[in-house]
């Protein structure tokens, strides 16, 4: 049985980490299909970088490149990657960020799992921390289906099935695409690959392949060992559509959801990692809650990349 697939590259302002993810595809020991990358309107020379290096390919129809006149984050980049992706003939769809380099044969390790699990659609490979020199599973397990709270899923080095999976190296079937739809386009960035999880889960289950390794860096931390603040308020915004959406208990959420804000203001307001930021922070937290009530979706620009306080 043959396999095929297009990997979606989204990158934004990253342009060596774009060409080492761009290398990692074309090293595969089974070569893709097509590449399309999703450059959300990067002004670091990537697109000067990605001509220079790949004007071949590109002319070639192997790399689809696509350049948008503006940045609509990680989760607009994905759903129209995957839409441009589904044009194309192919067995399979895989997405990731720039920051993911794949082992050279981590579609062939894919491909297998494929081939001993006919019933399942939907795989993605364990990630490498190479800070803490270790692996992971990419994935995690659900532990309450009223507030979506989730657990890493422990390396017991072998493969398991998770309830959420993370846009990297996420490879699901195309023809999936005609009962779950697309990945969504108005949360930004994060939590995005978490909905589309949750759609696909409905129809297939998710194999964590342990063979099939990507490496991937971590998130990026401000003073303070604390998320940028442009990135907790839409990680803050989207947990909580997703337990609009998704929740057993819909009741149950909301309370929750009004909980888990006002134990996050508690903590940035006592906590001495926030020092100086407090405010801002409590801010975020609380826009981030009205917003999501409110279903004011997409791209704020009081909380956009560089953009800090």
């Not at 003073?223 to 208990?249: C, E, H």
């Amino acid at each position: 049985m043959s396999f095929s697939y297009i990997p979606v590259i989204v990158t934004f302002n990253r342009k060596d980490k774009l060409i080492t993810a761009i290398q990692s595809v074309l090293d595969q020991t089974i070569q893709p299909q097509k590449i399309v990358i999703i450059d959300n309107h990067s002004d670091d020379g990537t697109q000067d970088l990605v001509k220079k290096n790949y004007q071949d390919e590109i002319d070639n129809g192997l790399i689809d490149y696509h350049y948008l006149p503006e940045n609509i984050g990680g989760s607009g980049g994905f759903s129209k990657g995957v839409k441009y992706a589904s044009k194309y003939e192919t067995d399979y769809i895989t997405v990731s960020d720039d920051d993911a380099f794949y082992r050279k044969d981590y579609f062939e390790k894919i491909s297998d799992a494929v081939k001993k699990n006919p019933t399942v659609k939907a795989f993605q490979g364990f990630s490498y921390n190479s800070e803490q020199k270790e692996y992971f599973v990419e994935g995690r397990k659900i532990i309450n289906w009223n507030t979506l709270d989730s657990v890493a899923i422990p390396n017991e080095g072998k493969n398991v099935f998770a309830d959420l999976s993370t846009f990297v190296g996420l490879t699901f079937s195309k023809g999936l695409i005609n009962k779950v739809g697309y990945p969504v386009d108005n949360f930004f960035i994060w939590n995005d690959d978490a909905e589309y999880s949750l759609r696909l889960g409905k129809v297939t289950k998710i194999l964590q392949v342990k063979d099939a390794v990507v490496d991937h860096s971590q998130v990026q931390r401000v003073s303070g060992n604390l998320v940028p603040l442009w990135k907790t308020y839409y990680g803050f915004r989207n947990k909580i559509v997703l337990r609009k959406l998704y929740a057993k208990n819909k009741l149950l959420a909301r309370f929750y959801d009004f909980y888990f804000l006002i134990r996050q203001c508690i903590a940035a307001t006592l906590k001495p990692n926030y020092k100086k930021v407090r405010f801002h922070y409590i801010k975020a937290f609380i826009n981030a809650y009205v917003d999501a009530y409110k279903n004011r979706l997409g791209k704020n620009n009081n909380y956009m990349p560089g953009k800090e306080y």
